[in-house]
């Protein structure tokens, strides 16, 4: 079971800033082509990986396209969404394991080194500090095997399968590094709290020649290694909104993609877009559910026209009940703001019933909308702004809910798009606001007392 890192002061101390947001259909890499080779045989790998989509491979790290063990090496999630090691026509691992919450941070350690005389050495692999033991495939590299890695010529890709475009990843990695030459451990990279919850620790050791370390920390260049080596990658289709503060030390909230209406929709950019399909409504629900507390995000409409449905609902509807009428109250949601079809007027609707016109409420394209949940006070209310301006203060949340609360949105027209900043924005901000802790990045400043869907909040 992965793990969800707690707000807590870690033992180790050690805090990871940043991560780097794969989406899938832009094939976004990070490249380089090795000059000089090195060890082929030995390298260790330790990286975090946050997962967002279900449906399709993910590569991680990839060198070559040649059938042979010895012309290509892919380590990547695949749409069985298991972990596979694959050499040329060999698959060295699959996982018994399915990597499939997309809520949470993994991290996965992995050793190779085709000089061990146990063949069943040869790969070693940890997920959140315990060892994997359980494959649907299992097979050994030769001893001494030489692989595509550190090879002279051969490009090596983070992000994608070896030829650079094949399976591109849909998710987050943090804290990636790579060691050439090198078989570490995976204590080298992490440790146990004191909860028996596995958190990254820092590692003091060296990289070898072709070895790596990225941060993700400058957004103008997004593969700088930190190593020391100064082996930095070229990104390829990623931008600095692709830089982000979810992180295995705080993880940010996201849209759920196991939350489906009978419509569904698409997500991407990390799950925090949604694009309605052609049969209309497409909802989702967020990946973290409040019982109390102050709480703020964003949404930002991005097509011209269509419904969009943006607010918190109660968490007590089963699936069944938000397939068949996502936007109904009577399944138990609360309080949300609706525009229709780009009208002068937005309302605002609660209890199953448009509960009240909303002047300048109406949402155009660009318009970012915030959201300000107040579960402390007598009164539980719900503010809605709009570019930064309040234009609906303290309406009181739906009688009858459960108290547990979760974000939701639904878009009501084919086509229509709509994108969450729970902190963790897909879109270029200008400004930059924090909230009262100093977490996320948001458009327009965070009312006084509210805070950002985090763990660490």
């Not at 155009?364 to 007598?378: K, W």
């Not at 459960?402 to 901000?429: D, Q, R, W």
């Amino acid at each position: 079971m992965p793990l969800i890192l707690p707000a807590r002061t870690l033992d180790s101390g050690y805090e990871i800033d940043n991560s780097l947001r794969f989406n899938s259909p832009d094939v976004g890499s990070l490249g380089k082509t090795i000059s000089g080779t090195s060890n082929r045989k030995t390298f260790s790998l330790s990286f975090w990986l946050k997962k967002s989509h279900n449906d399709g491979n993910g590569g991680i790290m990839g060198v070559g396209t040649a059938s042979s063990d010895t012309g290509k090496l892919n380590i990547k999630i695949t749409g069985s969404d298991v972990l596979t090691i694959e050499g040329g026509a060999t698959n060295y691992r699959i996982t018994n394991r399915a990597f499939r919450d997309n809520s949470a941070w993994y991290n996965i350690f992995i050793s190779f080194d085709s000089t061990q005389s146990t063949a069943d050495n040869r790969i070693s692999i940890y997920v959140n500090g315990v060892e994997e033991t359980s494959f649907s495939t299992k097979n050994n590299p030769s001893q001494d095997a030489n692989t595509p890695f550190n090879e002279d010529g051969k490009t090596h890709y983070i992000g994608t399968e070896g030829n650079g475009s094949s399976s591109p990843l849909d998710g987050y990695l943090a804290e990636f590094h790579y060691i050439d030459g090198t078989r570490k451990a995976h204590s080298d990279f992490g440790e146990f709290n004191d909860n028996g919850v596995w958190i990254p620790k820092k590692y003091n050791g060296s990289y070898g020649t072709h070895g790596f370390y990225f941060q993700f920390q400058d957004s103008g260049n997004l593969g700088d290694d930190t190593s020391g080596n100064g082996n930095d990658y070229t990104a390829t289709n990623l931008t600095a909104t692709d830089q982000t503060t979810d992180t295995a030390t705080n993880n940010f909230a996201t849209l759920n993609p196991l939350i489906n209406s009978a419509q569904n929709g698409a997500l991407s950019e990390g799950n925090t877009k949604l694009v309605s399909g052609s049969a209309s409504w497409g909802h989702k629900l967020g990946t973290m559910a409040v019982t109390n507390g102050k709480w703020y995000y964003e949404a930002k409409v991005t097509s011209s026209t269509g419904n969009h449905y943006v607010g918190w609902q109660d968490i007590q509807p089963t699936q069944a009940q938000n397939a068949a009428n996502p936007q109904s109250d009577s399944s138990g949601t609360t309080i949300w703001f609706t525009n229709t079809a780009n009208d002068t007027t937005g309302f605002l609707r609660k209890n199953d019933t448009d509960d009240s016109a909303v002047a300048s409420g109406a949402i155009a394209n660009n318009d970012i909308i915030g959201l300000a949940l107040d579960l402390d006070s007598g009164t539980q209310t719900l503010t809605i702004y709009k570019n930064g301006s309040a234009i609906d203060s303290n309406n009181t949340i739906a009688s009858g809910n459960t108290g547990t609360l979760v974000p939701f949105i639904a878009n009501a027209t084919s086509g229509a798009s709509i994108e969450f900043n729970f902190g963790n924005a897909p879109f270029s901000i200008s400004s930059g606001n924090s909230d009262a802790n100093g977490y996320g990045n948001f458009e327009y400043a965070v009312p006084s007392g509210y805070y950002s869907l985090c763990t660490k909040n």
